[in-house]
Nanobody, 122 residues
């Protein structure tokens, strides 16, 4: 079955960087789009970024443009989210979500992992 395991979260100071990873198994990773979503404390799921199955098409939500980059390695079956210039509003649990097809931008529902926590604090 689909398994997604996020990692790379942690405590970082404002202005710092983190790279999240999502290791996939149980399905043909290179044939499905993938998404990153996040959930801040006390709030609902929020779409962050999407990438097509081949990696050639990406999209990010406006408030992370220029700071976050989504990418994937279809040889290693890993999805990434490079996050730079983090601020307090980025504090959240981050999840990777498998899309139902090759490209499903802004998707927040679907198979996902257990999440990795990012805390931005000085």
């Amino acid at each position: 079955q689909v398994q997604l395991v996020e990692s790379g979260g942690g405590l970082v100071q404002p202005g710092g960087s983190l790279r999240l990873s999502c290791t996939a198994s149980g399905f043909r990773f290179d044939t499905y789009g993938m998404n990153w979503v996040r959930q801040a404390p006390g709030k609902g799921l929020e779409w962050v970024a999407s990438i097509s199955s081949g990696g050639g098409t990406t999209a990010v939500v406006d408030f992370v443009k220029g700071r976050f980059t989504i990418s994937r390695d279809n040889v290693k079956d890993i999805l990434y989210l490079q996050m730079r210039n983090l601020n307090h509003e980025d504090t959240a649990e981050y999840f990777c979500v498998k899309a139902p097809d090759w490209w499903s931008p802004r998707l927040v529902t679907g198979p996902r992992g257990q999440g990795t926590r990012v805390t931005v604090s000085s």
